[in-house]
Nanobody, 123 residues
């Protein structure tokens, strides 16, 4: 069974830093893109940052200069370092991964999501 397990997050004051991490596990042939999305109450889920298997990263405009995404392909983990956090960054942060997995004798592309981790920034 393939899953994404997140850790980190929590409560921080405005201007502070947090790091969230996510590890993919299970019967995985290959992990392609990994990333982080977030969803605040009443809002749609939105991209925070995304990184390819070769390390190319792209960031939401609202997060550029304040977050860094990185990954370890050997352990299938992705990290998101967030600095200079603002109250409007408060949301549930979800890990994402696009993977190739074996299903019924063939490789299938699937999108996976973590369970979400709460990030709360107090003013």
């Amino acid at each position: 069974q393939v899953q994404l397990v997140e850790s980190g997050g929590g409560l921080v004051q405005a201007g502070g830093s947090l790091r969230v991490s996510c590890a993919a596990s299970g019967s995985i042939f290959r992990v392609n893109d990994m990333g982080w999305y977030r969803q605040a109450p009443g809002n749609q889920r939105e991209l925070v940052a995304r990184i390819t298997s070769s390390g190319f990263a792209n960031y939401a405009d609202s997060m550029k200069g304040r977050v860094t995404i990185s990954r370890d392909n050997l352990s299938n983990t992705v990290l998101l370092q967030m600095n200079s956090l603002k109250p409007e960054d408060t949301a549930v942060y979800y890990c994402y991964a696009e993977m190739l997995v074996a299903e019924r004798g063939s490789l299938t592309r699937r999108d996976y999501w973590g369970q979400g981790t709460q990030v709360t920034v107090s003013s």
